[in-house]
């Protein structure tokens, strides 16, 4: 295979999954549309219904070198923990309160959580271009926050809902930066599988520490959106994006990346109903430019 259609097919990869992806925070609130079901209790069934592909696949690849090290298996079990399980459960209780619009756009937040985890930690100066491009960033979010958050009960949950998901994307991003070495070590494909089963384990802990069996007695269609949620949204895209990455880089895959927080915002607005007016729109340009601005270089 020519490089330029390595690429493209790295373009290709990194479009569906980002798509794929997408659809997971509009999927919770159907979800939450259609019974009244725990987060706990959702994000069980999708990382039960996940399981058996992330478990095949570990398999498959049982045999790459290097063989794991007990170093590696710490590793995994903490970044498993961090960048599926809390990230993840933190995503789905913050979706109770806030649109799935204004999650994702939240969560897309997460390179610009990267770069100040960069300043902080790793001692990395800050150009200018980089701190503008937080200050349009963080700009876009309160423009898109502003309405939303007024007195009474109603502006203090989706406050609440919106610093959970901002929860999620900080955790994202430590997984992200804390996560790099060992993917590199180990490989993505072989990381990816192994933490997300890793990852089961805490919530399937949680859900029988917390839930009654009784609480999957749930409607066909939340076992549905469940389902499609494992698959489309969680196995599909992890994979994809984890070839797409390789392929092509994580500079470009940003901007590949921003047409989830696009997407998201209108087909919500088309099939949930949720608010999209010119407020948001400005706000979401401002934050999709300032987070490109961030991960794309000259």
């Known amino acids: 295979m020519s490089s330029g259609a390595y690429r493209w097919w790295g373009i290709a990869f990194a479009l569906v999954g980002v798509l794929a992806f ?56 903490g970044l498993g923990f961090v960048g599926y399980y809390l990230s993840s459960f933190l995503d789905f209780a913050g979706l109770q309160y806030v649109g799935a619009g204004v999650g994702r756009l939240i969560q897309y937040l997460y390179p610009t959580l990267v770069l100040l985890l960069s300043f902080l930690y790793l001692r990395k100066r800050p150009t200018v271009r980089e701190i503008s491009a937080l200050a349009i960033t963080y700009t876009g979010v309160a423009l898109v926050l502003s309405d939303r958050l007024g007195g009474g009960a109603e502006g203090n949950l989706f406050l609440l809902g919106a610093l959970l998901v901002f929860g999620c994307a900080l955790t994202y991003a430590v997984y992200l930066v804390a996560g790099s070495q060992l993917i590199q070590r180990i490989g993505s494909m072989r990381f990816t599988a192994l933490t997300m089963i890793v990852s089961t384990a805490p919530i399937t802990l949680q859900f029988f520490a917390l839930e009654p069996l009784a609480a999957l007695e749930l409607p066909a269609a939340v076992w549905w959106y469940a389902g499609i949620m494992a ?20 500079n470009h895959f940003a901007l ?20 999209f007016g010119p407020l948001q729109a400005a706000g979401a340009a401002l934050v999709i430019g300032g987070v490109l601005l961030v991960s794309l270089r000259r």
Request: glycine share 8%; charged share 10%; net charge positive.
């Open 231 to 250: 698959t489309f949204s969680t196995v599909l895209p992890v994979f994809l994006v984890a070839e797409a990455l390789k392929r092509i880089g994580a």
């Open 256 to 275: 590949v990346g921003a047409v989830g927080p696009v997407s998201v915002a209108v087909t919500s607005a088309l099939g949930l109903d949720e608010p």
């Open 22 to 77: 997408s659809f997971r925070p509009i999927l919770i609130k159907l979800a939450y549309a259609a019974h009244p079901v725990s987060p706990t209790t959702l994000m069980f069934l999708r990382m039960a219904l996940a399981l058996p592909f992330f478990a095949a696949v570990g398999w498959w690849l049982r045999g790459q070198q290097p063989r794991l090290q007990a170093r590696d298996w710490a590793g995994l079990a």
